[in-house]
T-cell receptor
Framework: AQTVTQSQPEMSVQEAETVTLSCTYD???????LFWYKQPPSRQMILVIR??????QNATENRFSVNFQKAAKSFSLKISDSQLGDTAMYFC????????????FGKGITLSVRP | DAGVIQSPRHEVTEMGQEVTLRCKPI?????LFWYRQTMMRGLELLIY????????DSGMPEDRFSAKMPNASFSTLKIQPSEPRDSAVYFC????????????FGPGTRLTVL
């Protein structure tokens, strides 16, 4: 079974600064996908970024980037130039390849951006 | 596109009552997922469907929970009888197989069982 661990329950960052959220996972699979989802106070789950395990290049989406370390099974999210709207819970998630695979989520981390 | 639609947004009921949560996936998507979110257990997958067929219901907590997808545009999650420990936010998500494509989440239904 796959597991996803987010060991930090909460973090705080000053507006305009950079913050990194940690995530580790455990799997014996070689073909899989990793995701970061954002859940603001509105409760809406929003996909932030996705990484395919077969790609060596780290995914980037505007101010969001990941540090994917496959051997270490680590998948951290870096948010640059933090904005007040980044305040939310962030969930790391894992999915094996294949047509009928499913997402396994970590417990989440609450990020607060201070003005 | 209206996104994934869930109803009701909030439901308060008494223990023992039947609760039905509804979901309309995004048109054209062929996979649908039901999740439950609580403080204690986080976000859990309850069941998911591919082309209206249940693929994996191993996350359904017990026989009091049932889910149906009679057609590509509608799904229900039913709890009968409801218990206070069922209080949670229930999310529906839809996507396009293979599932590693993005799943689009609905706004959730906050269920409170008194």
């Amino acid at each position: 079974a796959q597991t996803v661990t987010q060991s930090q329950p909460e973090m705080s960052v000053q507006e305009a600064e950079t913050v990194t959220l940690s995530c580790t996972y455990d799997t014996s699979e070689n073909n899989y996908y990793l995701f970061w989802y954002k859940q603001p106070p509105s409760r809406q789950m929003i996909l932030v970024i996705r990484q395919e395990a077969y790609k060596q290049q780290n995914a980037t989406e505007n101010r969001f980037s990941v540090n994917f370390q496959k051997a270490a099974k680590s998948f951290s999210l870096k948010i640059s130039d933090s904005q007040l709207g980044d305040t939310a819970m962030y969930f790391c998630a894992f999915m094996t390849g294949g047509a009928n695979s499913k997402l396994t989520f970590g417990k989440g981390i609450t990020l607060s951006v201070r003005p | 596109d209206a996104g994934v639609i869930q109803s009701p947004r909030h439901e308060v009921t008494e223990m023992g009552q039947e609760v039905t949560l509804r979901c309309k996936p995004i048109s054209g998507h062929n996979s649908l997922f039901w999740y439950r979110q609580t403080m204690m257990r986080g976000l859990e997958l309850l069941i998911y469907f591919n082309n209206n067929v249940p693929i994996d219901d191993s996350g359904m907590p017990e026989d009091r929970f049932s889910a149906k997808m009679p057609n590509a545009s509608f799904s229900t999650l039913k709890i009968q009888p409801s218990e206070p420990r069922d209080s949670a936010v229930y999310f529906c998500a839809s996507g396009w197989t293979p599932s590693y494509n993005e799943q689009f989440f609905g706004p959730g239904t906050r269920l409170t069982v008194l």
